[in-house]
């Protein structure tokens, strides 16, 4: 005899949706000056952060478009709704910031080769420009962040981007201080290198999502224990673990309850409640009693 019950609970972003709005807006505009001016000015240092930027909107936009897209219920074919395409649009993130750190390597390698004179001035003002509007779009998505790839993947586009402005800017800086033309390009291959690095991470995080792993942040020998001291457990079987969304998580478990126990509400409850302290809220729970042998 089996006794199942479902539960559901979500929170709705409050501040995610104009978080990406205005991170847009900010990183469209930086963009755009700081290749006018890496162009004007001979650095490609700043050109690479442009590159980077302009990967970060294209990442942006996915990832809001994504986040809106989560938000629509079920329907159809579609009976988990549509969460999983936050997880695609961290992977397709996590794609360009790839390809941008390589393009500013190879690009960083053939001008150290043959430096170009560069006017440091207007790169220092607009790698300050860089940290600025980067550390403050962080900022919009508050620490909510950290349990929603598709966030943190938004994030850890633009802490990189300010780390990579402060370096361009601290190196227009040497470089008018010296004459030192080729630490632009050894710049540039130092801030691609550190994209590809922040990129690897984001992949194979969101890879591991795509094919159904359980999250980063969900520990499986905590859920399985706090199931077994559910009162009337003696067991766990199927436990089955995996992301929604790049927010939401489900489980599927099946609790073998001791002889004599009573298969109820208020068990399923229990059961419930101590999983949504450990961030799944939405669970399928299959009651079975132990065999007696």
Known sequence: MG????????HSPTRAGSAFRWSIALN???????????FAFGSLALIGDALHNLGDVLGLVL????????????????????????????????????SAGVVVVVEGIQRLQDPV?????????????????????????????????NQRAAVLHLLTDAAVSAAVLLSAIVVGLTGWFWLDALTAI???????????????EAIALNLDAAPRHI??????????AVPGVQAVAELHVWGISTSSTALTAHLL???????GDVL????????ETLGIRKSTIQLEWASAD
Do not use: C, K
């Open 3 to 10: 006794h199942a019950h479902e539960h559901s609970h979500s």
């Open 28 to 38: 469209s505009g930086l963009t755009v000056l700081q290749l006018l001016i890496g």
């Open 63 to 98: 990832g809001w478009g994504a986040e809106q897209l989560s938000r629509r219920p079920a329907r159809g074919r579609f009976t988990y709704g549509y969460g999983r395409s936050t997880q695609m649009a961290s992977l397709v993130n996590g794609l360009l910031i790839f």
């Open 117 to 149: 004179p560069l006017i440091a001035g207007p790169v220092v003002w607009a790698a300050a420009a860089g940290i600025v509007i980067n550390l403050l779009s962080a900022r919009l998505f508050g620490h909510n962040h950290q349990h929603d790839l």
């Open 190 to 204: 130092g801030v691609g290198l550190a994209v590809i690095v922040s990129a690897l991470g984001l992949l194979r």
């Open 219 to 228: 520990n499986l020998a905590a859920v399985e224990a706090a199931l077994l």
């Open 257 to 263: 309850l001791r002889p004599g126990a009573e298969a």
């Open 268 to 275: 399923l409850q229990t059961a419930q409640q101590r999983l």
